[in-house]
Nanobody, 127 residues
Framework: QVQLVESGGGLVQAGESLRLSCAFSGRTFISYAMGWFRQAPGKEREFVAAVSWSGGTTDYADSVKGRFTISRDNAKNTVALQMNNLKPEDTAVYYC????????????????????WGQGIQVVVAS
Protein backbone atom coordinates (compact mmCIF):
# COMPACT_ATOMS: atom_id res chain seq x y z
CA GLN A 1 0.00 0.00 0.00
CA VAL A 2 1.37 3.40 -0.97
CA GLN A 3 1.60 6.05 1.71
CA LEU A 4 2.05 9.74 0.95
CA VAL A 5 2.86 12.34 3.57
CA GLU A 6 2.95 16.04 2.71
CA SER A 7 4.91 18.67 4.58
CA GLY A 8 5.90 22.31 4.23
CA GLY A 9 2.58 24.12 4.21
CA GLY A 10 1.78 27.23 6.16
CA LEU A 11 0.90 30.91 6.05
CA VAL A 12 2.81 33.31 3.80
CA GLN A 13 2.35 36.78 2.38
CA ALA A 14 1.52 37.40 -1.25
CA GLY A 15 4.67 37.40 -3.36
CA GLU A 16 6.53 35.04 -1.07
CA SER A 17 7.60 31.46 -1.71
CA LEU A 18 6.84 28.11 -0.15
CA ARG A 19 8.09 24.60 -0.83
CA LEU A 20 5.89 21.57 -0.34
CA SER A 21 7.35 18.12 -0.03
CA CYS A 22 5.77 14.68 -0.23
CA ALA A 23 7.34 11.49 1.07
CA PHE A 24 6.39 8.26 -0.73
CA SER A 25 6.59 4.80 0.81
CA GLY A 26 5.18 1.33 0.41
CA ARG A 27 5.88 0.55 -3.23
CA THR A 28 8.49 1.18 -5.92
CA PHE A 29 8.62 4.94 -6.37
CA ILE A 30 9.80 4.92 -9.95
CA SER A 31 6.74 2.95 -10.99
CA TYR A 32 4.61 6.02 -10.36
CA ALA A 33 4.06 9.43 -11.80
CA MET A 34 3.48 12.04 -9.12
CA GLY A 35 1.16 14.98 -8.99
CA TRP A 36 -0.06 17.86 -6.91
CA PHE A 37 -3.68 18.93 -6.70
CA ARG A 38 -5.36 21.58 -4.60
CA GLN A 39 -8.78 22.36 -3.24
CA ALA A 40 -9.80 25.87 -2.28
CA PRO A 41 -12.73 26.51 0.07
CA GLY A 42 -16.02 25.97 -1.71
CA LYS A 43 -14.35 24.71 -4.88
CA GLU A 44 -13.61 21.36 -6.42
CA ARG A 45 -10.17 19.85 -6.29
CA GLU A 46 -8.05 20.89 -9.26
CA PHE A 47 -4.85 19.80 -10.94
CA VAL A 48 -1.72 21.79 -10.19
CA ALA A 49 1.31 19.91 -11.52
CA ALA A 50 2.55 16.46 -12.50
CA VAL A 51 5.93 14.84 -13.06
CA SER A 52 6.63 11.58 -14.86
CA TRP A 53 8.27 8.58 -13.22
CA SER A 54 11.74 9.62 -14.35
CA GLY A 55 11.33 13.33 -13.78
CA GLY A 56 11.85 13.82 -17.50
CA THR A 57 8.51 15.44 -18.22
CA THR A 58 6.31 17.83 -16.28
CA ASP A 59 2.96 19.50 -16.79
CA TYR A 60 1.28 22.42 -15.06
CA ALA A 61 -2.07 24.10 -14.75
CA ASP A 62 -2.13 27.40 -16.62
CA SER A 63 -2.75 29.24 -13.37
CA VAL A 64 0.63 28.21 -11.93
CA LYS A 65 2.86 28.06 -15.00
CA GLY A 66 5.99 30.12 -14.52
CA ARG A 67 5.49 30.30 -10.75
CA PHE A 68 5.43 26.67 -9.57
CA THR A 69 7.97 23.93 -10.22
CA ILE A 70 7.45 20.24 -9.56
CA SER A 71 10.45 17.96 -9.11
CA ARG A 72 11.20 14.51 -7.76
CA ASP A 73 14.16 12.80 -6.15
CA ASN A 74 14.04 9.13 -7.02
CA ALA A 75 16.86 8.35 -4.62
CA LYS A 76 14.91 9.78 -1.68
CA ASN A 77 11.38 8.82 -2.80
CA THR A 78 10.19 12.38 -2.56
CA VAL A 79 8.40 14.88 -4.75
CA ALA A 80 8.44 18.62 -4.21
CA LEU A 81 6.42 21.61 -5.33
CA GLN A 82 8.30 24.89 -5.28
CA MET A 83 5.80 27.73 -5.24
CA ASN A 84 7.06 31.22 -6.00
CA ASN A 85 5.29 34.55 -6.24
CA LEU A 86 2.33 33.18 -4.34
CA LYS A 87 -1.05 34.85 -4.71
CA PRO A 88 -4.08 34.85 -2.40
CA GLU A 89 -5.88 32.68 -4.95
CA ASP A 90 -3.30 29.96 -4.34
CA THR A 91 -4.80 29.47 -0.88
CA ALA A 92 -5.98 25.86 -0.69
CA VAL A 93 -5.38 22.45 0.73
CA TYR A 94 -2.68 20.84 -1.40
CA TYR A 95 -2.66 17.12 -2.05
CA CYS A 96 0.16 14.91 -3.23
CA UNK A 97 -0.89 11.98 -5.43
CA UNK A 98 0.71 8.92 -7.01
CA UNK A 99 -0.39 7.45 -10.32
CA UNK A 100 0.92 4.12 -11.55
CA UNK A 101 2.62 4.03 -14.92
CA UNK A 102 5.52 5.32 -16.98
CA UNK A 103 3.80 7.69 -19.31
CA UNK A 104 4.59 11.32 -19.85
CA UNK A 105 3.31 13.86 -17.34
CA UNK A 106 0.69 15.02 -19.83
CA UNK A 107 -1.19 11.80 -19.10
CA UNK A 108 -1.56 12.59 -15.40
CA UNK A 109 -3.58 15.79 -15.27
CA UNK A 110 -6.87 14.33 -14.04
CA UNK A 111 -7.73 12.78 -10.70
CA UNK A 112 -8.74 9.44 -12.17
CA UNK A 113 -5.13 8.77 -13.14
CA UNK A 114 -4.12 8.63 -9.48
CA UNK A 115 -4.70 5.76 -7.15
CA UNK A 116 -3.12 7.12 -3.99
CA TRP A 117 -3.50 10.42 -2.19
CA GLY A 118 -1.93 12.16 0.75
CA GLN A 119 -3.95 13.65 3.57
CA GLY A 120 -3.49 17.18 2.31
CA ILE A 121 -1.69 20.21 3.69
CA GLN A 122 -2.94 23.75 4.12
CA VAL A 123 -1.40 26.70 2.29
CA VAL A 124 -2.68 30.18 3.10
CA VAL A 125 -1.51 33.22 1.17
CA ALA A 126 -2.37 36.52 2.81
CA SER A 127 -2.80 39.66 0.74
Amino acid sequence: QVQLVESGGGLVQAGESLRLSCAFSGRTFISYAMGWFRQAPGKEREFVAAVSWSGGTTDYADSVKGRFTISRDNAKNTVALQMNNLKPEDTAVYYCAAGWGKYTALNYVTEDKYGYWGQGIQVVVAS
